[in-house]
């Protein structure tokens, strides 16, 4: 349509823009630093095993993800998570207690004392606070259900999707739709009925309900098909610096292959979108730099099913902070999507680190495995050794949307007004999750096309 389009990042959020953009005939150019399409999805086989090293699955928050996969033909390739991995666990005193699902779970459950169950009750009768921005996930979820339900429910849980601090988390910006139940229903169980019903005129899934999907062979099979689709994706092309001219934009790139486009996309990092942005704004890189990663390990454990005593029955545990363990949790892959491993064996995914505790790599990075195993190896009652184990260490995993994080979202709004045709995307803004990714994909794809429309 005349105007050149150019996307930096092939990770989940590039390669669906630049899908909707393709798909309606707008010129689109996609460059990736790296030799595949994928970005934090990242699936690699070995023997038996189907080993995801970023994310294990997806929550089906939006018709989006299906149509995307349809239209990139790998519907028949999506697999939904087993029943029986809708069970959770948590850790307490070293045993594995089920999250309760029901009311009748949560009176019998030992997971709280009666006092905290107690506590939980009174939710619907707490009034509304102040600004969510500025206050914290724990502040929101003591004040609301109190002390314990943050300990044993709302702090592993945070562990599990951020690998976050729930005290430096902002509730409003790292969770807004909690946060709008108590802003426009006045609590969260309130909100919880009345907001069920706002979705389902919307089509949109919560969290809580949406099914989790993967794919036959891996995450990474969505964003390479979606890649597959494009006419136009760049691999080993590292963008360095972009600077405006007149009213495009010159990315310039290490391999000296320099692009003049009416419109930019960035979808890398925020740490890595400061380094190319210099020339067009000093103060941006100040905001993207604050926006904090903390390191990430991944460790995949293949082990024979006969060795591991604890019943394989769920998705598998999360652990407290307060159980002060050396690990985040464990996911049990093979039970969540059988296809991971063979019949014999199961697989589970241990996450190690987050922004509680980065400095756990400070250390002899074998003896953290080998400690690490060795927890996770007596929780699951295992006799014996795994038969393999693969690690990947991510340094910057996942952004955090902290306290004071409204401020750099203002401040990006404000970059892109003062530099028409740039665009800023990326899990750093409009939530983490690959569902997210796919609905703030369609929006920015939105945005685009009316900036070039009018
Ligand atoms: C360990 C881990 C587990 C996770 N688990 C889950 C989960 O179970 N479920 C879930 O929904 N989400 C999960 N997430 C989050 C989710 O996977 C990510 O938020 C999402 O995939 C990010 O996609 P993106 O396209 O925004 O960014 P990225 O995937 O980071 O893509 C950015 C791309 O930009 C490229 N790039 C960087 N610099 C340059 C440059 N200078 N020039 C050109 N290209 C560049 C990178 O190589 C990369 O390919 C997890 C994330 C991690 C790290």
Redesign the pocket.
């Given at each position: 349509m005349g105007k050149k389009i150019t996307i930096?990042?092939?990770?989940?959020?590039?390669l669906a823009t630049a899908y909707w953009l393709h798909k309606d005939g707008y010129d689109v150019t996609v460059?990736?630093?790296?030799n595949q399409p994928?970005?934090?999805?990242q699936t690699v086989k070995e023997d038996d095993y189907i080993i995801d090293?970023?994310?294990?699955?997806?929550?089906e928050t939006t018709p989006l993800i299906s149509l995307l996969a349809e239209e990139v033909g790998l519907k028949n390739e999506m697999i939904y998570a087993s029943s029986i991995s809708n069970k959770r666990y948590i850790l307490k005193n070293n045993h594995l207690h089920a999250l309760p699902m029901s009311a009748g779970g949560m009176i019998k459950t030992k997971l709280f004392t009666t006092k905290g169950k107690l506590r939980v009750l009174k939710e619907p009768f707490v009034g509304k606070s102040e600004d969510g921005y500025y206050q914290s996930i724990a502040d929101f979820v003591t004040r609301r259900l109190g002390h314990e339900f943050l300990d044993y429910a709302i702090d592993p849980f945070v562990s599990g999707v951020f690998a976050g601090n729930p005290h430096k988390l902002s509730v409003k910006s790292a969770f807004p739709k909690l946060y709008r139940l108590e802003e426009l229903y006045g609590g969260l169980v309130k909100g919880m009925i009345k907001g069920a019903k706002e979705r389902k005129r919307s089509k949109e899934e919560s969290k809580q309900s949406a099914k989790m999907f993967s794919f036959v062979n891996g995450m990474q099979s969505f964003p390479t098909a979606i890649a597959a689709n494009l006419k136009d994706v760049r691999y080993n092309?590292?963008?360095?610096e972009i600077i405006k001219e007149n009213n495009s934009y010159k990315i310039i790139s290490d391999n000296n292959e320099d692009i003049i486009s009416d419109i930019v996309l960035s979808?890398?990092?925020a740490y890595?979108l400061a380094g190319?942005t210099t020339n067009l704004d000093m103060e941006l890189g100040k905001h993207l730099t604050d926006v904090y990663y903390p390191p990430?390990m991944?460790l995949y454990v293949g082990i024979e099913k006969s060795k591991i005593l604890q019943p394989l029955d769920g998705f598998g545990y999360l652990i407290p902070t307060k159980e002060k363990k050396n690990f985040l949790g464990a996911i049990w892959s093979s039970v969540i999507f059988p296809n991971r491993s063979n019949d014999t064996h199961a697989a589970f995914t241990i996450?190690v680190g987050g922004a509680k505790s980065p400095e756990i790599f400070n250390g002899d990075e074998d003896q953290l495995v080998n400690e690490v195993i060795k927890s996770f190896s007596s929780i699951m009652k295992v006799n014996g050794e795994p038969e393999i184990v693969r690690k990947r260490l991510?340094h910057k995993?996942?952004p955090q949307y902290n306290i004071g994080y409204i401020e750099h979202e203002k401040y990006f709004e404000q970059f892109e007004k003062n530099n028409p045709g740039f665009f800023i995307s990326?899990?750093f803004r409009g939530g983490?999750?690959?569902?997210d990714?796919v609905k703030n994909s369609d929006l920015v794809a939105n945005r685009i096309k009316v900036l070039i429309d009018n």
């Open positions: 930096i990042g092939a990770g989940i959020s590039g460059l990736e630093a790296g994928g970005g934090a999805m090293f970023g994310p294990n699955s997806g929550l092309y590292n963008v360095r979808t890398v990092p890595t190319i990430v991944v996450f991510w995993a996942i990326g899990n983490i999750s690959v569902g990714c």
